[in-house]
Nanobody, 115 residues
């Protein structure tokens, strides 16, 4: 059973930072690209950042230069360092394979950025 468990969210003021973590199980972690996704109220879920099995990273235009994705294959963990947060970054953040496994979405972690 594939499972992703996210943590690290919280409430911060604009300009602040947060570091999200996601632990995976039931998947050959080191062989898969992993992505961080987010869903804001009333909006569709979107891919924020991804990292390939080889460590190549890609970012959405709205987070380039502010967010950094990384992975630790030994710990089956992917991280998202979020700096210079903006109110429009407010959302529930999820991790999943990239492309995602439909039945493996977790509970996510809430990030709230106040102005």
């Amino acid at each position: 059973q594939v499972q992703f468990v996210e943590s690290g969210g919280g409430s911060v003021q604009a300009g602040g930072s947060l570091r999200l973590s996601c632990v995976a199980s039931g998947i050959t972690f080191s062989s898969n690209a992993i992505g961080w996704y987010r869903q804001a109220p009333g909006k569709q879920r979107e891919l924020v950042a991804s990292i390939s099995s080889g460590g190549t990273t890609n970012y959405g235009d709205s987070v380039k230069g502010r967010f950094t994705i990384s992975r630790d294959n030994a710990k089956k963990t992917v991280y998202l360092q979020m700096n210079r947060l903006k109110p429009e970054d407010t959302a529930v953040y999820y991790c999943n394979r990239s492309p995602p496994i439909v039945f493996a979405w977790g509970q996510g972690t809430q990030v709230t950025v106040s102005s």
